[in-house]
């Protein structure tokens, strides 16, 4: 493990440490749970979703869930995640019978498609191996269907990253250690947004993994360039 913050590998067993928390800090987060809202309807499904089959992965204890279950509510949803407190977390809320969770990593998903559509929030950059990731995630869609990836992609630029810093040991790093004790996982946010792609970087990595279609939105308020909305298609 590296000095104070937990190698990607680790990250699950972190987030089984903190899952206790972090519904609370997360709703302490001015239009996160908004900006997830947002990015589920990206899918633009039909009203409803209706017979659609959804896979949310890295669904952690169930905020991106509910933002997908809210864009399309008659759809066939699973949601998979590594960590098992934070899955126990999403289990314990109230769903409805069209909702399902599994626990498996995301490189090699426990699941079987196709899927019609496949979420993403604040996972790939978490993981070891992004590029597997992203072809389990294709091989798991249908011809047409469609990724949303939303996450930390920091814009180039001194400005985002000054504002990175700043929300990060001004408020984030404080916050977690403040909740949990133990404030490595919320270095290891820090950290990972830092060294991850940039949204063009990560658009390239998409076209790489074979999806076509690649389009890219900020969030809104502090996370301008921070957070992004990556929505891609497999070719039909």
Request: glycine share 12%; charged share 20%; with cysteine.
């Amino acid at each position: 493990m590296t000095r104070g913050s937990p190698l990607r590998c680790d990250v699950p067993s972190a987030f089984d440490r903190h899952a206790a928390a972090y519904d609370r800090l997360v709703g302490a987060n001015p239009g996160y749970h908004a900006d997830l809202r947002r990015a589920a309807r990206a899918f633009a499904l039909p009203v409803g979703g209706a017979g659609a089959r959804l896979l949310d992965l890295g669904c952690g204890t169930g905020a991106s869930t509910a933002a997908l279950l809210a864009a399309a509510p008659y759809a066939e949803i699973t949601g998979v995640d590594a960590s098992t407190g934070m899955l126990a977390r999403a289990r314990a809320k109230p769903w409805p019978g069209t909702m399902r969770f599994v626990h498996g990593r995301a490189e090699d998903p426990p699941v079987t498609g196709p899927f019609d559509g496949v979420f993403a929030a604040y996972l790939v950059r978490n993981l070891e191996d992004p590029d597997a990731a992203l072809s389990a995630m294709r091989a798991l869609l249908r011809p047409g269907g469609v990724l949303v990836v939303h996450d930390y992609a920091l814009r180039d630029g001194p400005v985002v990253r000054l504002v990175w810093h700043a929300v990060c040991w001004g408020v984030i790093i404080p916050a977690g250690r403040l909740a949990t004790g133990d404030a490595r996982l919320y270095r290891h946010l820090w950290r990972s947004a830092l060294g991850f792609d940039s949204p063009e970087g990560f658009a390239d990595r998409l076209r790489g993994a074979g999806f076509t279609g690649v389009r890219t939105r900020t969030a809104s308020g502090w996370q301008r360039g921070i957070v992004h909305t990556f929505r891609a298609e497999t070719p039909s």
